[in-house]
């Protein structure tokens, strides 16, 4: 998320030359600890909140749950000498991560292969990393290890917290573990296709197994198609609502879309529908320069103009819905129970 907040931050500060946002890469452990706490005026997170943290709230408060922008988690690999989208089955990157897979040529990674490819594979141990921070990238991957495998499920779950993985090296933040990849041959790790695009050649991905069964290798497209179907039934209008809500698992069992990419999530920004409380200390005039950046991520920083940057850095256009559904809780929030916007 970080290298499209930055682009968005730099443009709409171009065109709001006395706004000025401060935008700090923490993951999303810590930016939901930040929002609940009272720390920040605006929390990100690639995950909503769990009902324990929901319940931690400030009495009487209510947190809105916004989508800003959506993305695919890939499972990216540094494989000297095979340039093709590998295969992957949720199953078995839950091996792969679980460690019971440990070579590059085990015969459950090759048999998902053509015959040229698997051939290629190398008699290699497999080096897995993944973030050592609390991370909206990793629930939303571990999210579809979990649907996948109940091994994983039972051992280790998904969260924005830490979680105990049980093998692989931690590197911070998406950055760090897209370098570890770039850096260090014969390795996986869970990445943000962003970092992909952004760095196109560096870093190698894989193509993922959907309901249907297709094998496929996340684009723009196929990651704004499962954002489409994710929401097919709606979207959460009120807080308790999104903790169960995710676009993984709303698709995990969609047989009906052939070409969706199926590890696709939202981000999505917290923020309080009542900021003249003490929450983050916020001023009528914060709170006002907030909500018109919120404002412009939502109807002006999506797709490919002039003045927006999503698709560009890997991240599709919202769906309809969702900028809908934006604007009408961007409306509700008020400031000494005055409308901000």
């Known amino acids: 998320m970080y290298p499209l907040m930055q682009a968005w931050i730099n443009t709409f500060t171009?065109?709001?030359?006395?706004?000025?946002?401060?935008?700090?890469?923490?993951?999303?452990?810590?930016?939901?600890?930040?929002?609940?706490?009272?720390?920040?005026?605006?929390?990100?997170?690639?995950?909503?909140?769990?009902?324990?943290?929901?319940?931690?709230?400030?009495?009487?408060?209510?947190?809105?749950?916004?989508?800003?922008?959506?993305?695919?988690?890939?499972?990216?690999?540094?494989?000297?000498?095979?340039?093709?989208?590998?295969?992957?089955?949720?199953?078995i990157l839950a091996e792969?991560?679980?460690?019971?897979?440990?070579?590059?040529?085990?015969?459950?990674?090759?048999?998902?292969?053509?015959?040229?490819?698997?051939?290629?594979?190398?008699?290699?141990?497999?080096?897995?990393?993944?973030?050592?921070?609390?991370?909206?990238?990793?629930?939303?991957?571990?999210?579809?290890?979990?649907?996948?495998?109940?091994?994983?499920?039972?051992?280790?779950?998904?969260?924005?917290s830490t979680l105990p993985w049980p093998v692989g090296i931690g590197c911070l933040h998406?950055?760090?573990?897209?370098?570890?990849?770039?850096?260090?041959?014969?390795?996986?790790?869970?990445?943000?296709?962003?970092?992909?695009?952004?760095?196109?050649?560096?870093?190698?991905?894989?193509?993922?197994?959907?309901?249907?069964?297709?094998?496929?290798?996340?684009?723009?497209?196929?990651i704004s198609q499962a954002l489409s179907a994710g929401v097919r039934n709606g979207l959460p209008t009120t807080d308790p609502e999104w903790t169960s809500f995710s676009v993984i698992q709303a698709t995990f069992n969609d047989t009906s879309d052939k070409y969706i990419y199926p590890v696709s999530t939202f981000t999505y920004a917290l923020v309080y529908q009542d900021l003249s409380a003490s929450y983050a200390s916020t001023s009528q005039a914060q709170a006002l320069a907030a909500l018109t950046f919120l404002s412009w991520i939502v109807n002006n920083g999506q797709g490919t103009g002039p003045n927006s940057s999503g698709a560009t850095l890997g991240y599709p256009p919202l769906p309809s819905s969702a900028v809908t559904l934006d604007n009408t809780l961007l409306a509700t929030i008020t400031y000494n129970g005055t409308p901000v916007l």
């Open 174 to 222: 998406n950055a760090g573990v897209a370098d570890c990849i770039a850096t260090t041959p014969y390795s996986i790790g869970p990445l943000e296709i962003a970092y992909e695009i952004a760095n196109p050649g560096q870093i190698n991905y894989g193509a993922v197994r959907n309901a249907y069964g297709n094998f496929i290798a996340a684009n723009l497209t196929n």
């Open 14 to 91: 171009y065109v709001q030359p006395n706004v000025e946002v401060s935008y700090s890469a923490v993951g999303s452990g810590k930016g939901i600890a930040g929002i609940t706490s009272g720390l920040y005026t605006i929390g990100e997170s690639d995950a909503p909140l769990s009902t324990a943290q929901y319940a931690g709230l400030p009495p009487g408060s209510t947190l809105l749950t916004i989508p800003i922008s959506d993305s695919g988690i890939i499972p990216a690999y540094n494989l000297p000498g095979i340039t093709a989208h590998l295969n992957f089955t949720g199953n």
């Open 96 to 160: 792969i991560f679980y460690g019971s897979i440990t070579m590059w040529n085990d015969p459950r990674i090759a048999n998902l292969q053509s015959p040229s490819v698997a051939a290629q594979l190398p008699a290699h141990a497999i080096q897995v990393y993944h973030r050592s921070d609390g991370s909206g990238t990793m629930y939303g991957f571990t999210q579809f290890l979990s649907d996948s495998n109940s091994t994983w499920k039972a051992k280790v779950g998904f969260s924005t």
